[in-house]
Each structure stands twice: as C-alpha cells, then as structure tokens.
C-alpha cells in the first residue's frame, strides 16, 4: 500500500437544513445537490483514511456531518461537528475500504434551523495497492465549450478550460503512466460529437473520449495509457463539435501510477491570479487556486510524513517592476524552498535543490510575495513533488481532533464517534525540519 493526498482547498458555506455533496478530489467550492455530479471512481483499490477538515466559522444552531460516502451510501469515515464548534476536525479511526470501480464521495449534512457553516480545506488519505495519485479537476457545471472550440485543461487543480495550452499545462517530476482520463458531462446539447484527449509536450496523446452529440454522463478511457517522463509538460483537449448548441463540463481528471512513492501536487487556476505588487498571497498544494490573504483558508493536512520538494511555478504575465518570490510554507512558517522571478519574466520556474521534510498533521500552503514597485504578476499553476519513505507507515498527528479511540471498522458501519473542537489554529510547531542550501532555482523564460 502507499500514500497520497486527496482533498480541495478555499473555504465552502454551507446553511442549516441542507444536504451537499462534494468531491473527494479537486475544487471544493462546487457543490451539489445529486451526488452523481461529484462522484470519482477509484480504478485503484484501497483505504481512505485520515479525514480532515477546518471549520473557520459556524453559526449553525444544530449538528453538522461531514461522511465519506461509497457507492452512494454512507462509508466509515465521519466528522460530527457540534452547533457553533470551529477549528480542525480529524477521524484517524474509521477507513474506508474501496474495490477498484467503486465510487467515492463526500456529504455534507447541516442540522438546525438558523446559521451557516463556513468549512476551509478537506483532505483525505489515499492508501492504494498499486501507487496512484488522482489528478482532477472538478466542478459543478463549471465549464461551457461552444461550436468548433479547441480549448485545454490541466491535469489536475481547478475544473475550467482555456484557450491557450501553455496557461493550464503540468510540469512532471513524478514519471509514471496516466491512464483512466475521465469527463463528466452534465448537460449538452451540440449536434455533433466532441473529443477529450491527453496531450504531451503540445502533441496528442493516447488517451481520448468521444461524446457523441446531445450525449451527456460519464465518459471515461480505461484502455489506453501515456508513458510520463521527468520533465514533461502534460495537459488534456477538448474539441467541440461544429454544430448549434453548447457542451457543459462539470469534472474531468485521470489517475498517475508509479512505483516509487512520488505525487506532483498541483494547483492551478482558470485564467491565472493576477496580484497587484506590495501584496503577500496564500495558496493551497493541490486543487483550484484561490490568492487569499488569509493563509487558514487554504491550509491543507497533510496526514502522512513526506518529503517535499520541485516547488514550481508557472508565470503567464509579469509586469512587476520588482521581484517576486514563491515560498513552501508549512505550518504558518517559510519552509525551506523558494523561488525568486526578476522583474516582468514570466514561464515555469522552479526550486532544484531545497526541500521540506514534513511530519504527519503538518499544515501546508504556498505562498507568493510581490515587493514593493508598480505592475501585476500573473500565476497560473503551482506544483511540489511529495516523496513518501516506503518505509513508514500511515499515522496521523493533526492537531484536530480524533473521532474515537474505538478500532476501526472497513466494512458498512463506523465506529461511534465523538469529536472535538479546537478553536485555534494547529499548534503544531512551524519550523522546517531540513536545512536549506542556497538556493538553485531553475527556470524557463519567454
């Protein structure tokens, strides 16, 4: 079994009396009332464990549940989080165990009759037979493509589509092979057939899914493979078909297999984030981006001890008459890894020399810093290589709360659970448990 992590970052409000689903993987802040719309399938048997979340403010008057879910019912791993209870939330007791082809999600059930919920970062641990990190980028009907479009998307992060490839491409420091490229399509109504297909280095892939016209659900290619190599840049097309009508697209994603214990995190956004100088911004590992100035909204549990490293960055635009730095950022405190951009260079820029060894319950974000100057500076994908020891096992620190010390139990009931708040941040300490070097940042400028 290995290790990697799954979950969605920003911040979700949800009001009393109300019943959500989301997604174990992507963009949290799409929700949805029929769970179809955000389930994953697992191709991969293994255990989901470790379940995280952070309540930042909650004003419900009544018992809110968050539940992994299995095949549309309710699976072991569970948070009750009691009226007006905030801070971390952990279940490092109940799994869940999935055969390949079963599909997962998460729900979300507020109680009461008055308030709301504001609910941060989600993580969950994925411990597969065969090493598999989920790249996905979902959403709720995020996506529109008209008659004839070419547009492109990235491997993972946030769940939209843009017309320029280079904005929404990964930069690969986990080789391996993708296979299980997968769309989700809600509504559609074009009179012709459309094409997803993975793309490597600007040029098709193997992988495709054909959507015939006015067809809608869930597509999904189970046969055909790519082959990652170090250093490639990886994406997937959409071709519209040429016809009157419109193709909604509310997630899409694959699965990376390797045999070394490695994920690239990524995170990305539709458009990039444009920020404005003199600002310091926070965003989260993996999933949609979203430049807050607030860093506990992105923060995201990382429940196994890892190594971290390759902290990349991809600049669409720069205007900024002065410097900008990307940093690691564990626990509220600079890791060791940075990434310093001149003045209006833009490209994919990168970290090769430092890393972040980090500790089960470890919180993690990215920052970005713009001195003091005039101009903007526009990120459009972040990305960090996670290499867990094969030797240690999965444990879990987080400065949540546990659900229950009882055993826990895989099969379709979870242990009783009783959960407490912290009202304040993780305690956990903030410094960086490996020296940093002088830094060697490599970078691709145009």
């Not at 879910?69 to 279940?91: M, P």
């Not at 990349?312 to 310093?340: D, E, F, W």
Request: charged share 10%; hydrophobic share 35%; proline share 1%.
């Amino acid at each position: 079994m290995s290790s990697t992590l799954l979950g969605w970052p920003g911040s979700v409000s949800t009001t009393s009396a109300l019943t959500r689903y989301l997604g174990i993987n992507g963009r949290g802040a799409n929700r949805a009332t029929a769970e179809a719309d955000v389930q994953q399938t697992l191709r991969v048997a293994g255990t989901l464990r470790n379940f995280w979340t952070n309540v930042a403010s909650n004003s419900l008057n009544g018992t809110s549940t968050l539940r992994i879910r299995k095949d549309a019912a309710n699976g072991n791993g569970v948070l009750s989080i009691s009226a007006a209870a905030t801070g971390e939330f952990l279940d490092a007791v109940n799994t869940d165990d999935f055969t390949a082809g079963q599909k997962a999600s998460i729900s979300l059930v507020t109680e009461g009759s008055s308030g709301t919920l504001a609910q941060n970062s989600t993580t969950v641990e994925y411990d597969a037979a065969v090493h598999t990190a989920r790249m996905v980028g979902s959403a709720v009907s995020y996506s529109t493509a008209t008659s004839g479009q070419v547009l492109y998307a990235n491997p993972g992060g946030s769940g939209g589509f843009v017309a320029t490839e280079a904005n929404v491409e990964g930069k690969v420091r986990a080789p391996g092979t993708a296979k299980n490229l997968f769309l989700r399509v809600p509504a559609n109504t074009l009179a012709a057939s459309s094409t997803f297909i993975s793309r490597k280095n600007t040029a098709n892939g193997n992988m495709t899914l054909s959507v015939g016209a006015s067809t809608t659900g869930f597509f999904e290619d189970t046969s055909n493979t790519d082959t990652w190599a170090d250093g490639d840049l990886v994406s997937a097309q959409l071709t519209a078909g040429v016809a009157a009508g419109t193709l909604s697209i509310s997630g899409r994603g694959m699965d990376i297999q390797n045999n070394v214990e490695q994920q690239d995190m990524l995170a990305s956004i539709v458009g990039g984030y444009a920020q404005a100088q003199n600002t310091t911004r926070y965003f989260p590992v993996m999933g949609g981006m979203e430049g807050l100035s607030a860093e506990a909204t992105d923060q995201m549990n990382c429940p196994f001890a890892t190594t971290l490293s390759k902290l990349r960055a991809y600049i669409s635009a720069n205007s900024l008459s002065v410097t900008t730095t990307v940093r690691s950022r564990k626990n509220t405190a600079n890791g060791n890894q940075s990434v310093s951009i001149a003045t209006t260079l833009t490209g994919w820029f990168e970290d090769t020399s430092n890393t972040d060894s980090v500790t089960a319950g470890d919180l993690l974000t990215i920052s970005i810093a713009a001195a003091a100057g005039s101009g903007t500076v526009t990120s459009n994908t972040l990305m960090l290589l996670s290499q867990v020891d094969q030797d240690q096992s999965s444990s879990s620190s987080s400065g949540g709360a546990d659900n229950s010390s009882s055993s826990s139990n895989s099969s379709s009931s979870s242990s009783s659970s009783t959960v407490a708040s912290e009202t304040s941040s993780s305690s956990l300490s903030s410094q960086s448990s490996s020296s940093s070097s002088s830094s060697t940042v490599a970078s691709e400028t145009s």
